[in-house]
């Protein structure tokens, strides 16, 4: 070969030199087809490798969007040829991505490229650029490619599949990435090891806010695992109390059932959804740990039933003739309470002295209370009496009674 070069005067070397001159004065198209020649005429894969990433460049500079996307799909197979590390291709990966959405049609769809990227990071286990890159993930189209994403996604994260044994979808990827694609169906499979069932343990799907109830997480172990960590997402209508966690890391044999309570509290009405439960766990002599999350449950959580409590206190402030009442409310429900009226009913023979019939309260928060006082007066020409009884009445904005109690005054 060298021979072959030397009568023909072909020198690789000298040519990439022309590249490099002519990108530097502007001329990228030119310097694209002179960098792909060199790639051609170069021996050593690290210079094929170096000019092709060069000639993608300039393409790149030219505008020659659909050429740079050929040329960076091309770099990333020879470098996956060459056994390099899947993380050594991502730069190309994410050029190649960034040239087909500079394409009106791009030669090599763009889902393909997000495919790859996906079964990349799957491959080396790195769930959390996995999770963070399909958060992100908008599809440019709806094709084979997209639905492998989705149902792969499905898949690592599903909790079921390991009885089913349900592979990664075999889509068009070229022979280079079989050695990835290989090895993120077996990562696939390990994430499958651990099934999380949720349940409330009265079934029930009607909660009522405030009041506390019980939550179950049966975990299921397929293989000999270690138990990492654990975290239920709750959301903002409500709280956990109390769980019966274990000490992390938690091991769990072949076959093994356990089951976690978790005590929670709704704060707010409406639809709760619950969950998922994620864990992560460990499988003894191998690295890396695997992600596994249940199903949510949602459940409807009603209003708390207004509840309001009144009480009355007397003290006599002159022998048989004038009282002073202390009137109390409290909300002992789980609601707020708003525009709370509370009335008074005064036997004939009784006049308010002090205070007022009708008190208002605009808000009662729950577990607060309020007190205020009246003083009332028996009429001077009742110098005799027994039984007379102060009544209240408590009412809220639409004017339903809540609460009511009573008093009795009486002497000689």
Known sequence: MHILRRIFRIDPQRDFSKGRKAFDQGKYALASKIFLKTHNQFDTIDMKI????????????????ERSLELYYRTILIKL??????KEVLQDVD??????RQCEDPPIPINKIFYMKFLIFLSQKDFDQLNAFFKKLKFEASDEYSKAIEKSWTLIHSSDTFEKKEPLPQV????????????????????????IFLKTTDQSELIQKGTEFSLSATLTAYANLSIQKIHLKTGTRGRILTSSEPEFPFRMSTGENYSIIFSLIPN????????PLSLVYSIPSESGEYPVVSKPISFMVEDA?????????????????????TISAENVGKTALQDVKI????????????????????????GESF????????????????????????????????????IRLGGN
């Open 371 to 406: 007190q205020y006082e009246i003083r009332v007066r028996f009429e001077l020409d009742r110098t005799h009496f027994s039984g007379y009884i102060v009544k209240i009445n408590g009412y809220i904005e639409d004017d339903r009674r809540l609460s009511k109690s009573s």
């Open 268 to 275: 707010l009405p409406g639809e709760w959804l619950l969950g």
């Open 95 to 100: 050029k190649a991505i960034y040239m087909a």
């Open 172 to 195: 068009g990827l070229p022979n280079e990435f079989y050695s990835i694609s290989e090895t993120a169906e077996q990562v696939m499979q390990r994430c499958s090891l651990c099934e």
């Open 305 to 325: 039933a207004p509840a309001l409590k009144l009480t009355m206190e007397s003290e006599t402030i002159e022998e048989d003739l004038e009282y002073l009442i």
């Open 50 to 65: 170096i000019s092709l990433e060069n000639a993608a460049i300039s393409a790149e500079y030219a505008e020659m969007f």
């Open 343 to 366: 009335v008074s009913e005064i036997p004939e023979g009784i006049k308010i002295h002090e205070g007022t019939k009708e008190k208002h309260i605009s808000t009662l928060g729950e």
């Open 81 to 86: 040829h060459t056994d390099q590390l899947p």
